[in-house]
């Protein structure tokens, strides 16, 4: 979709907020002033938009931002937003406002909502911001890596005391049905098994047989990683005690991994990516998305980002497996 330059765009967060938000943010805004485009902050998503809740973003509104976890722009779910009516709502604002082009900072039902606004004739460009990078079309969204860091953090400090007790620490880390972060965190922290949704999982050969295993080698502590949603990690600790006699506690980690500073990883992803959204919208197109591949940034039609599907990587499957053992 082809427009001229805007003289004015949008930028929103959408969906779950991840930390490296407000960097995309402040990119978008530095980039698209030094252009001469006028940015429009829009709050809570597309909710927002709908309700016309905007505010003028200069360049002092996003100072002292690129350091700071969630999103100054607040995120949401817009149930109104998903239904054509909402999306003419959203877009008879956007007339008004003199919104040319709109920067969309979330996941894939986020880039969903930005393909109809582009099929409205609002240029719409999405930037990947999630922890759980599951987003096919790019390697890594921004906040994965924070998310990453926070996780292992945790990993070492359970790690810490269940050396100290000879206990079993379970750990139940997000990921919104993908793997991706319990399996990095699993690399990245010696988890003793990884149970995600993409590999075959048994419980006594990947669990009680391996620690049983372990514990005839003089080892007495384990750490279990666990994505969420799988499996009741309170049950499953019961279940491990009473089968190898290792005293073991659950731990869901939760809302702890979306918060906190970004990674500098992140906060180089953000940049980059909210350079290149207005270096795609300036020149009037929309109805893409900006991804990463190979560390090239890059930006791709959304529909066919959208029909793309990510599996856990193979590689990083047989590395977890290879090494924890
Ligand atoms: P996360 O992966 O962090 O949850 P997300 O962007 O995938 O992020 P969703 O809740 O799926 O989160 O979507 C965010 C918002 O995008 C929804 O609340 C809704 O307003 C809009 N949206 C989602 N799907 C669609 C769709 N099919 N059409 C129009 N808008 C949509």
Known sequence: ?????????????SGGD????????????????????????????????????????????????????????????????????????????CKEMGIEGLVVIGGDGSFRGAKALSDLGVPTVGI?????????STDYTIGFYTALNTVVDAIDRLRDTSESHNRCSVVEVMGHGAGHLALYSSIAGGGTSCWINEVDFDVEKDIIQKMKRTLRTGKHNFVIIVSEGITDIHALAKEIEAKTGVESRATVLGHIQRGGSPAAYDRLLASRMGY??????????GDRVIVVRGDVIGDMDITEALNMTKKADPIMIAINETINI
């Open 1 to 13: 979709m082809m427009n001229g330059k805007p003289k004015i765009i949008g930028v929103l967060t």
């Open 128 to 136: 990947p911001g999630t922890i759980d990078n599951d987003i096919a």
């Open 18 to 93: 991840a930390p490296g938000m407000n960097a995309a943010v402040r990119a978008v805004v530095r980039t698209a002033i030094k252009r001469d485009i006028r940015v429009l902050g829009i709050t809570n998503g597309y909710n927002g938009l709908i309700n016309g809740e905007v505010i003028e973003m200069d360049l002092r509104k996003v100072s002292s931002l690129l350091h700071r976890g969630g999103t100054l722009l607040k995120t949401a779910r817009c149930k109104e937003f998903r239904t054509k009516e909402g999306q003419l709502k959203a877009y008879e604002v």
């Open 276 to 285: 290149h959204a207005v270096e795609v919208l300036e020149q009037g197109i």
